[in-house]
């Protein structure tokens, strides 16, 4: 889990970037010490973010807020439901009642599948869906609309055990093992993390394993192939995944608290280093920015990064005390 905020309220030093304005808003958590480690963005109007404690204790809590008026006013809530000791992960809203998690349980490490459809009100788990440990483990879930969707986890019988849906979740239907290609690396699974996969719109979507395989479907989950040109040989404790198209993607290898950056614009078939132009790029977290000509938002203690293949505009936040300053550059490659 990732800290990209670590105060009571979301700030940002408000700056003017091609027209467009950063504003402070309060996510209205009750507690005095919240930060934010997620976003999920269902439209311009509603918003959930995922709250951590920010104090520095070290101890964890379980506590989300929404907005259905694009930030004007948010509403708190706790996860309810959830054991003592399992706590929220992933978050993944597809309207301002309907959300879904992934959960980790701190005491035995099993993943858990978590929804809700009245607002957070009440989480139940989702029945039949990766909800089986030790024999299987959540990674990750993600929408494309409010309808369809898929989820996934760890191999069960030398297969990923991945479910879509079509109806936003009412249902889920396992992914027949012929249609997704198999594991060949021994030991090889995915990560839970909000970061380790991702989807861009039209059905396209991608998870990526520790043998630094990407996993790949163009149809909403209905198939599954594999990258065949691996970006690393081996991605020993996480790895993320952004992309912007079937093409163009960006994928990063941890080492100690340092990532290895790569991306390619072909698919897959090659893969660059992506060396930042100054300072290095530790484990902060990046995200597309939808219909841009490859535009990617980015938080890290640096900025000045390129991405490869044309004219890329870069946002990148820089924290300092308790504003956030932006840079923003145009880099040609």
């Known amino acids: 889990m990732k800290i990209v905020i670590v105060f009571c309220a979301i700030y940002f030093h ?18 005095d010490v919240v930060g934010v480690n997620q976003i999920s963005i269902v439209d311009s109007n509603i918003v959930w973010v995922n709250g951590f404690n920010g104090s520095g204790s070290g101890a964890k ?7 259905q ?11 309810n439901g959830f054991g003592a000791t399992v706590y929220p992960n992933i978050l993944c809203a597809i309207s301002y009642n309907n959300a879904f998690v992934i959960a980790i349980d701190t005491a035995t490490d099993n993943a858990s599948f978590w929804k809700t459809t009245d607002g957070g009100a009440n989480w139940s788990l989702v029945t039949g869906v990766m909800n089986n440990a030790p024999s299987t483990f959540a990674d990750g879930v993600q929408f ?14 030398e297969e990923f055990d991945i479910y879509i849906t079509n109806d936003g979740g009412l249902t889920w239907n396992d992914v027949p093992n012929g249609n997704i290609q198999d594991i060949i690396i021994a030991d090889e699974y995915g990560y839970n993390g909000a970061d ?11 998870f990526i394993t520790n043998k630094g395989r990407i996993y790949k479907t163009i149809d909403y989950g209905e198939n599954w192939t594999v990258i065949e040109t691996y ?9 993320k995944i952004y992309a912007s198209s079937v093409n163009y993607i960006i994928v990063a290898n941890s080492s100690g608290t340092t990532y290895t950056w790569k991306y390619t614009t072909d698919g897959g078939t090659t893969w660059q280093i992506l060396t930042p132009e100054s300072g290095s790029f530790y484990q902060y977290d990046m995200c597309y920015v939808p219909e841009s000509a490859n ?9 000045s990064y390129s991405s490869g293949g044309q004219i890329t505009q870069i946002l990148c936040f820089k924290r300092l005390g308790k504003t956030i300053k932006c840079s923003v550059l145009l880099s040609t490659i």
């Open 14 to 31: 408000i700056l003017s970037v091609f027209g467009q304005y950063w504003t402070q808003q309060n996510t209205n958590f009750i507690e």
């Open 61 to 67: 809590i379980k506590v989300f807020s929404r907005t």
């Open 69 to 79: 008026d694009g930030g004007n006013t948010w509403s708190a809530g706790t996860y």
């Open 144 to 157: 494309w609309n409010a309808n369809r969707g898929f989820c996934y986890g760890d191999p069960v019988n």
């Open 196 to 206: 380790c996969s991702t989807i861009v719109s039209g059905g396209i979507g991608f």
């Open 231 to 239: 970006p690393f040989v081996n991605i020993p404790t996480g790895g």
């Open 295 to 303: 535009m990617y938002i980015s938080t890290s203690p640096y900025y």
